[in-house]
């Protein structure tokens, strides 16, 4: 993914206007949308998070004005630059806005080419901006999106997503590898972790190798610094994520604790925005130490019986497992309009709503895979692409709920 792409967050409460704009900027290669939010509260905490470019900012929405969103988030990022979005082209609203620092001001809904024309010339803008104010990472060269508090101590610690599918084959690398990418940016940094331990091909879907695996951090899980962590990431050269192999052998799994385990996806969570792990399906001690570190659970499911099946089995786990339904993230992969077994029925039946529907894209995603480009990368306007891209959005919004819930309440 390109550094120079231009990060968009769209700010709307109405879904259908947020999928519409969303689907329209996908086409443009140098456009990355990274988030939407459904009020102005929650654009605000999206954009501190996010650091995005460009806001599309709807000026008339139910708990907070886009007018008040805007002065909100320019306190806090100057250099975002936000573009107010009316049904009403009233000169006071168009006063207000630009007082309130908005760059521009369109009327919905906007011609195409007028809204992607004002995105590229406020992008230019926020990253000449950005660029004045960033400061290297003083240490290994990881960058990192978390602010540092006293002492250095990280505010705010990155998050565990856990690609898991009780059921083999049902494309939980793809899945992740894609997802990864997608969610890494200069503000963002992601790793990505092969957690299949025996027969991991994270590396191999990137068409990347290197001599150093999980291996070389699980064994010093007491002792891990940023220099040795940087030292042992595979780095993907035309993403610049970083990657942290299986090992090369399958024997090799044995050597790796759930405690091991546990101890390296803390660790890496203080040096990065996102920790995505790839699991197998089989419960081990591993895989549960995982789920157990977990922000956001994605639960692969395709079309047929014995996956739904499963996904039950694994959805009646977790009451055991003590995970709360609320950090499960359901996707429905492959997904085939042709089949009768709709993401609607899948979702009543298990009593677990599906929030992202990746299609059936063999022409693409199998093509990807034997090149060991993901198909985010060059083919980002297609329909398997933007399924990622819906998922990714869903896991941004599921983490600022939680996150919301966790703060303190203001007596």
Same mark, same amino acid.
């Given at each position: 993914?390109?550094?120079?792409?231009?990060?968009?967050?769209?700010?709307?409460?109405?879904?259908?206007?947020?999928?519409?704009?969303?689907?329209?900027?996908?086409? $443009?290669?140098?456009? $990355?949308?990274?988030?939407?939010?459904?009020?102005?509260?929650?654009?605000?905490?999206?954009?501190?998070?996010?650091?995005?470019?460009?806001?599309?900012?709807?000026?008339?929405?139910?708990?907070?004005? *886009?007018?008040?969103?805007?002065?909100?988030?320019?306190?806090?990022?100057?250099?975002?630059?936000?573009?107010?979005?009316?049904?009403?082209?009233?000169?006071?609203?168009?006063?207000?806005?630009?007082?309130?620092?908005?760059?521009?001001?369109?009327?919905?809904?906007?011609?195409?080419?007028?809204?992607?024309?004002?995105?590229?010339?406020? =992008?230019?803008?926020?990253?000449?901006?950005?660029?004045? &104010? +960033?400061?290297?990472?003083?240490?290994?060269?990881?960058? !990192? &999106?978390? &602010?540092?508090?006293? *002492?250095?101590?990280?505010?705010?610690? =990155?998050?565990?997503?856990?690609?898991?599918?009780?059921? =083999?084959?049902? *494309?939980?690398?793809?899945?992740?590898?894609?997802?990864?990418?997608?969610?890494?940016?200069?503000?963002?940094?992601?790793?990505?972790?092969?957690?299949?331990?025996?027969?991991?091909?994270?590396?191999?879907?990137?068409?990347?190798?290197?001599?150093?695996?999980?291996?070389?951090?699980?064994?010093?899980?007491?002792?891990?610094?940023?220099?040795?962590?940087?030292?042992?990431?595979?780095?993907?050269?035309?993403?610049?994520?970083?990657?942290?192999?299986?090992?090369?052998?399958?024997?090799?799994?044995?050597?790796?604790?759930?405690?091991?385990?546990?101890?390296?996806?803390?660790?890496?969570?203080?040096?990065?925005?996102?920790?995505?792990?790839?699991?197998?399906?089989?419960?081990?001690? #591993? !895989?549960?130490?995982?789920?157990?570190?977990?922000?956001?659970?994605?639960?692969?499911?395709?079309?047929?019986?014995?996956?739904?099946?499963?996904?039950?089995?694994?959805?009646?786990?977790?009451?055991?497992?003590?995970?709360?339904?609320?950090?499960?993230?359901?996707?429905?992969?492959?997904?085939?309009?042709?089949?009768?077994?709709?993401?609607?029925?899948?979702?009543?039946?298990?009593?677990?709503?599906?929030?992202? +529907?990746?299609?059936?894209?063999?022409?693409?995603?199998?093509?990807?895979?034997?090149?060991?480009?993901?198909?985010?990368?060059?083919?980002?306007?297609?329909?398997?692409?933007? =399924?990622?891209?819906?998922?990714?959005?869903?896991?941004?919004?599921?983490?600022? #709920?939680?996150?919301?819930?966790?703060?303190?309440?203001?007596?």
């Amino acid at each position: 993914m390109s550094p120079a792409n231009i990060k968009v967050l769209i700010v709307d409460d109405v879904s259908e206007t947020r999928e519409n704009v969303r689907k329209l900027l996908q086409f $443009e290669a140098d456009v $990355e949308v990274v988030g939407a939010a459904r009020t102005g509260r929650e654009a605000i905490d999206l954009a501190a998070e996010l650091r995005p470019d460009v806001v599309l900012m709807d000026i008339n929405m139910p708990d907070m004005d *886009g007018i008040s969103a805007t002065e909100a988030i320019l306190q806090k990022s100057p250099f975002i630059q936000i573009i107010i979005l009316s049904v009403q082209s009233d000169p006071n609203y168009m006063r207000r806005a630009m007082l309130a620092g908005a760059r521009d001001f369109l009327t919905k809904p906007p011609m195409g080419d007028d809204l992607i024309s004002a995105i590229r010339r406020a =992008g230019k803008m926020a990253q000449q901006e950005k660029s004045k &104010s +960033v400061q290297p990472y003083p240490g290994a060269g990881i960058a !990192t &999106s978390m &602010s540092a508090g006293m *002492g250095g101590i990280p505010v705010t610690r =990155g998050k565990v997503i856990v690609v898991y599918s009780p059921k =083999g084959g049902t *494309g939980c690398t793809t899945i992740a590898v894609n997802l990864a990418l997608t969610l890494h940016n200069d503000d963002t940094r992601t790793v990505l972790v092969d957690g299949n331990l025996q027969f991991g091909d994270v590396a191999v879907f990137l068409n990347e190798q290197g001599k150093n695996t999980i291996l070389d951090l699980t064994t010093r899980a007491d002792e891990l610094d940023p220099e040795i962590v940087e030292s042992v990431m595979i780095r993907h050269g035309a993403s610049g994520l970083h990657v942290l192999a299986s090992p090369t052998r399958p024997e090799q799994a044995e050597g790796v604790s759930g405690d091991q385990f546990s101890k390296l996806a803390d660790y890496l969570r203080q040096l990065y925005a996102y920790v995505v792990i790839d699991t197998p399906s089989l419960l081990t001690d #591993v !895989t549960l130490a995982a789920i157990d570190a977990s922000d956001v659970i994605v639960l692969v499911a395709t079309q047929d019986i014995p996956s739904i099946k499963n996904a039950r089995l694994f959805l009646d786990l977790s009451i055991t497992l003590g995970i709360n339904r609320e950090r499960i993230v359901f996707a429905m992969n492959r997904y085939d309009k042709r089949i009768a077994i709709t993401p609607e029925r899948v979702g009543e039946n298990l009593r677990q709503a599906v929030d992202a +529907v990746i299609p059936l894209d063999e022409r693409i995603v199998i093509p990807s895979v034997n090149r060991g480009v993901p198909f985010v990368i060059d083919n980002k306007a297609q329909p398997a692409a933007r =399924g990622i891209f819906t998922l990714a959005e869903s896991i941004r919004n599921r983490l600022s #709920v939680s996150q919301a819930d966790e703060l303190p309440v203001k007596r």
